[in-house]
């Protein structure tokens, strides 16, 4: 290969890496990640019930919210997006976990999918 060549397989490697051929990153480097629910993840999502019905203009006390899924983003803090049934209709929404020490969590949007 000549000086003036690009090796299009090496582009956006860092120099010096050395992964084979066809081997793919695992995971991408600031991105969501699908996890499984866990009783934490169960305990957040009933904890901002309220907040989400508000976003979604509709009575907490006559909605029946289902979580159904959950996807991780490690940020300072932590955002999720939460699928879930609002009286079995499918909706999503992403929230903003702060840090232990600042406290608090700011739901980013909720909507009908």
Not at 18 to 33: A, K
Request: net charge negative.
């Amino acid at each position: 290969m000549s000086e003036n060549t690009t090796n299009h397989q090496d582009m956006g490697k860092p120099h010096g890496s050395h992964r084979p051929s066809g081997v793919e990153n695992r995971y991408l480097m600031g991105g969501f990640e699908n996890t499984q629910i866990t009783d934490d993840d169960r305990q957040f999502f009933d904890s901002i019930q309220g907040d989400l019905c508000g976003k979604l203009k509709i009575s907490h006390q006559d909605s029946v919210l289902e979580l159904t899924g959950v996807r991780k983003q490690i940020v300072a803090g932590v955002n999720y997006i939460f699928s879930f049934n609002v009286n079995g209709q499918p909706h999503e929404a992403k929230v903003w976990q702060r840090l232990p020490h600042v406290g608090g969590h700011q739901v980013t949007y909720v909507h009908h999918v």
